[in-house]
């Protein structure tokens, strides 16, 4: 049985750091994607354990999970803007924080809540340069007048998403700026802005500037964000299967998928049941970041497995469903246990377990 292996005390440790960078903010558990792979409910249930009890989602499926699962008085922020009429109906039934993120999503918000004769919770999503969706920071009226003109809306927040590459955060300065005029020209029209959060994980870990009101933690739980030596992060998450064959290889002999490389000596190969549709050997780059690319280069030279505890290398790419492994110099058989690293986000095929 191939087997997505999360372990707790990984994750507990990545928390405490979490924790201590947020200070005093309040803590969102980021559980899009599937929780980066860990689960939704799973991932949020030890959260909740280590007295995390706000959650964000992008999909009105999780939050009903959520509730279904007995989360029933911790808050849920849908990090997502939508005109849907339906969505907004489940939406507000589940007693979700929406995301506002234009005029229009406004009114088709408040219409909603009309409908249902309530009052629907939102915090207000600006734009400070990627795009994906908000008010636009330079246009700060349209945000006071959404606080003017939704009498069944109540407005309990206000966030963004700064980017930032740089460790430092340095590149992140003018966006956050442009995100502090807004609050100032709320502030300014007479209204409060409830609860303030601009920090994703990266930024949680390298911005101390953007630490606001609250922070947002996704990947950084997983220690499976952009990294720095010394963050404390662990990566958690790795693959457990087992060999299912064994052969002799001759010298010059192609292996591998996509571009295969050629053996330089008889090889005795390992045939692992995993591949990269189960998510092995598959690592987030940055498009375009040539040293990135490089580094991903340099890793798949360098890929291995453990077979029985044993340091193997994989001869070659990983194939859609198979591996090969390189044992001519270790005492194994078909059927003994191998683990390997694989990102619980790109995971697929393989049971999930909690240890």
């Keep these: 049985m191939n087997t997505l292996v999360l372990e707790k005390s990984a994750l507990r440790k990545n928390i405490a750091v979490v924790r201590e960078k947020a200070g005093s903010a309040a803590i969102y558990g980021v559980l899009t994607g599937d929780g980066g792979g860990a689960g939704t409910v799973e991932l949020a249930r030890l959260l909740r354990e280590e007295g995390i009890g706000r959650f964000a989602v992008a999909e009105a499926e999780d939050a009903r999970a959520l509730r279904k699962a007995g989360f029933v008085e911790e808050e849920i922020l849908m990090l997502r803007s939508t005109l849907d009429r339906e969505v907004l109906d489940r939406l507000i039934d589940l007693n979700v924080v929406c995301t506002i993120g ?18 629907a919770e939102a915090h207000i999503q600006v734009d400070t340069g990627l795009g994906f969706g908000g008010f636009l920071a330079g246009e700060p009226e349209k945000i006071v007048n959404i606080y003017r003109s939704l009498p069944n809306v109540a407005l309990s927040g206000i966030y963004t998403q700064l980017h930032a590459v740089r460790s430092r955060g340095q590149d992140a300065a003018g966006p956050f700026q442009a995100f502090q005029a807004v609050l100032e020209a709320v502030h300014a029209a007479g209204f409060e802005t409830g609860t303030v959060h601009a920090a994703g994980s990266y930024a949680l870990l390298h911005c101390a500037f953007a630490r606001l009101d609250a922070v947002r933690a996704g990947s950084v739980l997983l220690g499976r964000c952009r990294r720095r030596r010394g963050d404390g992060l662990i990566r958690v998450g790795y693959g457990e299967s087992a060999i299912q064959e064994i052969h002799w290889l001759p010298k010059g002999h192609p292996v591998g998928g996509d571009t295969p490389v050629h053996l330089r ?28 690319a490089l580094r991903q280069w340099w890793r798949e030279r360098r890929r291995t497995v453990r077979v ?48």
Excluded: M
């Design 102 to 119: 234009s005029v229009d999503a406004a009114l088709a918000l408040n219409g909603a809540a009309e409908r249902r004769s309530t009052v």
């Design 265 to 292: 000596r008889p090889t005795r190969v390992a045939v692992l049941p995993v591949g990269y549709q189960n998510g092995f050997g598959l690592t987030r780059t940055r498009d375009g970041d040539w040293l990135s």
């Design 308 to 355: 029985d505890g044993q340091k193997a290398r994989v001869l070659g790419r990983p194939g859609a469903i198979e591996t090969l492994v390189d044992v001519t110099d270790l005492k194994c058989a078909p059927g003994d246990p191998v683990t390997f690293d694989v990102d619980p986000l790109y995971a697929r095929g393989l049971k999930r377990e909690y240890r």
